[in-house]
């Protein structure tokens, strides 16, 4: 049973920092895809940032140049650094794992509970 366990929401300012984690287990193999997503009140959920297997990345075009993703494949981590945060990144943050590499929410049949991500102005 894979189980993905997100950590590191919270409130910050305009132009803040944060750092989520997101924690895999009972993987027993590779998935082509695994990726941050994100859902505010009253819209869709949206791919924000995913990873290959051989780290390569893609991200939503609002978020490139202020949020990196990043991987130890030790500590079976996914992580999303997000840097310059504006109150449009305001949501709920979900990590999730697929067959694909893709930032569609429908290739993806593994996810997190999620963790709230406040960006006050």
């Known amino acids: 049973q894979v189980q993905l366990v997100e950590s590191g929401g919270g409130s910050v300012q305009s132009g803040g920092s944060l750092r989520l984690s997101c924690a895999a287990s009972?993987?027993?193999?590779?998935?082509?895809?695994m990726g941050w997503f994100r859902q505010a009140p009253g819209k869709q959920r949206e791919g924000v940032a995913t990873?290959?297997?051989?780290?390569?990345?893609m991200y939503r075009l609002s978020v490139k140049g202020r949020f990196t993703i990043s991987k130890d494949n030790t500590k079976n981590t996914l992580y999303l650094q997000m840097n310059s945060l504006k109150p449009e990144d305001t949501a709920m943050y979900y990590c999730?794992?697929?067959?694909?590499?893709?930032?569609?929410?429908?290739?993806?049949?593994?996810w997190g509970q999620g963790t709230p991500v406040t960006v006050s102005s």
């Open positions: 990873i290959s297997p051989r780290s390569s990345t």
């Open positions: 999730a794992a697929g067959p694909r590499w893709s930032l569609q929410d429908n290739e993806y049949n593994y």
């Open positions: 009972g993987i027993t193999r590779s998935f082509d895809g």
